[in-house]
């Protein structure tokens, strides 16, 4: 299985399009563990260049992982957060954490975006969008 990902130097982000307002909980994005990376992480949310909000933080030692792992991890919102139809970028950021190549988090670049739209065609697969979930509140009938 080939994996295609970026590491987390200072801080990663993608924009993707959204077709319809939505209500948030939690983003999941796909994540890779090389090693045993410390430190504790967050995804903020940013629209109009303002931001509406970021996820409660993610401690590595809340991730009960082995080394080498990869999968998504689900990130929440303290309240839920209002997302408008448009453009709206996914910024992962981080405190008490540095890379280094034996021990670091990266995040992965799916081949197949079905997810999410974005606004641009990826021309080779170093440009693929990594990879996040919206997970949205949504009425029952």
Not at 52 to 58: H, I
Not at 67 to 72: D, E, I, Q, R, S
Not at 78 to 100: M, N, Q, R
């Amino acid at each position: 299985m080939k994996l295609l990902l970026e590491e987390l130097s200072t801080t990663l982000q993608q924009t993707y399009k959204t077709d319809t307002k939505k209500v948030l909980y939690a983003l999941r994005p796909w994540l890779y563990f090389q090693g045993a990376p410390t430190g504790n992480f967050k995804l903020e949310l940013i629209q109009n260049s303002v931001s509406l909000g970021e996820t409660e933080v993610m401690r590595s030692s809340d991730l009960t992982l082995g080394a080498y792992t990869h999968g998504p991890i689900r990130f929440l919102f303290a309240s839920p957060l209002i997302v408008l139809a448009g453009e709206v970028t996914v910024k992962l950021k981080h405190t008490d954490y540095s890379f280094d190549e034996a021990s670091f988090l990266g995040w992965v670049k799916p081949h197949e975006n079905k997810i999410l739209s974005t606004l641009y065609t990826p021309q080779n697969d170093s440009e693929n969008p990594f990879h996040v979930e919206f997970w949205e509140y949504r009425n029952r009938l």
